[in-house]
């Protein structure tokens, strides 16, 4: 338990009283499902950047890589290089195209309902199995929000394991469950500031205190010259190529990120996509940046300060804020793991609710439903969707970048190809699409369970591979597309 926690509560409880007071405006303008799910397409440049931003990047920011850079040395590099990378080409090349093609399919609230728009899917194969695949791997993904919540609290406040993922579950349901898609964003925007503030702070702060940068990586030297390098491991041994195509492949798992794409689809006009791709690219260079010096800065306070005796390294922001600033500030600060944890389960409980209510319930088992009744359901699948995740994050060995790193190739495989192809190439048709979504998902449920050799590498890598290569082939393969969804592609290029 940090020390001093009773100013930090009071730091904590005044911060979820304002996330609560933006759920609740949020549901007094939350008047059907457009609104529930695309916030009425009506956000800004700054609120879609850091939404999209705050939702990526979740607890495994302050938490995740932080603890991966303790461990790994300069090696994390790799890592955060590959994500910047693949957030900027997220927003170059999907982000306007995924706007005006959405809302050219029939105003698409979902990315099931945007493919089975996109392809006239009238046997809702495409759009079911892609709400199933949405379901499957947002359960691990909000689960390593509820683990990183777990770990928060179980640090600042000496809570049991399993009272701690409660009261986090608690904290993210209940503005996520009434304020919907407008609260998520709103809030994402304050908690992506947050965020942002302490990456850049406590890394300066952190690093100052040890005499600055030349003596951190002096020290760093001195302890094992290999944490300075990213061409070997903090062993010594050289990353193989394997390791580094893993690593750098994290990038290309943006295109496929549900949570992240419905930004992309609510923003208000094309025009301001540029701008808020800029402010998008530039907040996750600052954190990533911030994040990886954390974990530096952890190596030699461990040593100087815990006698190496630091058990997890996912905890080590919190342990150089709980040492180095006043618990007000520590207070404030510590409030920004909690708000990376909700500005990310909250974005995945929404499209995991909405893929249940938009894409199961209405297409499935009551197509005259209202959208009131849609909302309702949405609402109610928050809540269940909730107690999943808690139950799979009931381990206390989980770790938050393991958990996220299985949900991420997932969603990169299933969706990434089948939705760049869809965009750009108007020979695709529903066959291929289908082919797509099934084979990247599968590949990375099965190449997960194989080990050794080619095995080891990253499962988004073969799975976006496979995937690409089943969409052409069964494009080609089958029927071109009717006449009515080519003229709707030329409509949509039209429109850019």
Known sequence: MIANSGAIIGTFTVYLALMLAIGVYAYRRTANSSDYFLGGRSLGPWPAALSAGASDMSGWLLLGLPGYAF???????????????????????VAKRLRTYSFEADDSLTI????????????????VISA??????????????LVAGGKLFETVFGLDYTVALIVGTVCVVSYTMFGGFLAVSWTDLVQGLLMAAALVTVPIIAIQSEGGFGSLFTALEIKNPELLTIWN????????????????????????QPHILARFAAIRSNADVPTA????????????????????????????????????GEKIFMLLVNAMFH???????????????????????????????????????????SQKQVVMVGRIAVIGLSIVAL??????????????SYAWAGFGAAFGPTLVLSLY?????????????????????????ISGGIFEVYEIVPGIIFATLSIVIVSLATTEPSESIKQRFDAYLGKL
Do not use: C
Request: charge should be negative; charged fraction near 15%.
């Open 391 to 404: 139950i799979l994050a009931l381990n206390p060995d989980s770790t938050v970048l393991g958990l996220v």
């Open 277 to 312: 791709r800029r402010i998008a690219v530039t907040w996750s260079g600052l954190s990533m940046i911030g994040a990886i010096l954390v974990g530096l800065a952890g190596i030699i306070y461990v040593d100087n300060e815990l006698a190496g005796n630091l058990v997890d």
């Open 112 to 127: 099931p309902e945007f493919f089975a728009n996109r392809f006239e899917d009238k046997s809702h194969y495409l759009r």
């Open 425 to 449: 190439w108007k020979r695709m048709n529903h066959s291929g699409a289908l082919a797509g979504v099934i084979v990247g998902g599968l590949t990375v449920v099965i190449w997960k369970q």
């Open 71 to 93: 461990s790994s040395g300069l090696e994390s590099i790799w890592l955060g290089a590959g994500l910047l990378i693949g957030t900027w080409l997220n927003w170059l090349l």
């Open 132 to 145: 199933f695949f949405i379901l499957l791997f947002f359960l691990f993904y909000t689960s390593s929000g």
């Open 233 to 256: 491991d903090s062993n010594g041994e050289p990353l193989t190529a394997i390791a580094i195509i893993s690593l750098a492949a994290w990038g290309l798992g943006y295109f496929g």
């Open 327 to 369: 618990p007000v500030v520590a207070g404030i600060l510590l409030a920004a793991i909690l708000a990376a944890i909700m500005s990310t389960a909250d974005s995945q409980l929404l499209v995991s609710s909405s893929a249940l209510a938009e894409d199961f319930y209405k297409q499935v088992f009551r197509k005259d439903a």
